[in-house]
């Protein structure tokens, strides 16, 4: 079984630049979230879906950051324009929201984004 | 609100040594408790897991017991290897799928031979 996919593994921009990450969750996942991970801390919440809703936004900074779940499947983070202080890993997880893995949440390889 | 306190590293180790990695939670209600583990350049994966008072999660040879008396769920291992070197990562739950996770800071585990 494939796990969740995140795409750029890496990414450079300069500040003020738009910039996109891609996640494709793990088949038949409902639940979608987009975690950030600043360096040398814990992954916090930035958003959550339940298949193509938005459940819980509420710490996703409204005046840059936006994402979609288009369908319920995949999903796009974007920062419009991009901070210095939003260098950090983006990492997309999925779960099912039954059956005996219910709480179990499973983790892409993250996206590096350097803004400089 | 909710939240994770695990001990800071980094923890540094012989190979073959005892492990004990310090996590102890606030919450409101009884949630489920989670080790995580970031080997360097990959993804977290989850390393086990406890869902109730006195449950004992255990993979790979790590284990940890859910105490809700002193709110700990500590990681321990017996005989730590050099392949153990990674991240480990504390986190919480509320029992209601879906919800998001809470994680400590992490803490370093190096291991040497």
């Known amino acids: ?116 | 609100g909710d939240s994770v306190t695990q001990m800071e590293g980094p923890v540094t180790l012989s190979e073959e040594a005892f492990l004990t990695i310090n996590c102890t939670y606030t919450a409101t209600g009884y949630p489920s408790l989670f080790w995580y583990v970031q080997y360097p350049g990959e993804g977290l994966q989850l390393l086990l897991k406890a869902t109730k008072a006195d449950d004992k999660g255990s993979n790979k040879g790590f284990e940890a017991t859910y105490r809700k008396e002193t709110t700990s769920f500590h990681l321990e291992k017996g005989s730590v290897q050099v392949s153990d070197s990674a991240v480990y990562f504390c986190a919480l739950s509320d029992r209601q799928a879906g919800t998001a996770l809470i994680f400590g800071k992490g803490t370093t585990l190096s291991v040497s031979s």
Not at chain 1, 48 to 53: G, L, V
């Open chain 1, 1 to 116: 079984e494939a796990g969740v996919v995140q795409s750029p593994r890496y990414k450079i921009i300069e500040k003020k630049q738009p910039v996109a990450f891609w996640c494709n969750p793990i088949s038949g996942h409902n639940t979608l979230y987009w975690y950030l991970q600043n360096l040398g801390q814990g992954p916090e919440l930035l958003i959550r879906y339940e298949n193509e809703e938005a459940v819980d936004d509420s710490q996703l900074p409204k005046d840059r950051f936006s994402a979609e779940r288009l369908k319920g499947v995949d999903s796009t983070l974007k920062i419009q324009p991009a901070e210095l202080g939003d260098s950090a890993v983006y990492l997309c997880a999925s779960s099912l929201d039954s059956g005996p893995s219910r709480n179990e949440q499973f983790f892409g390889p993250g996206t590096r984004l350097t803004v400089l």
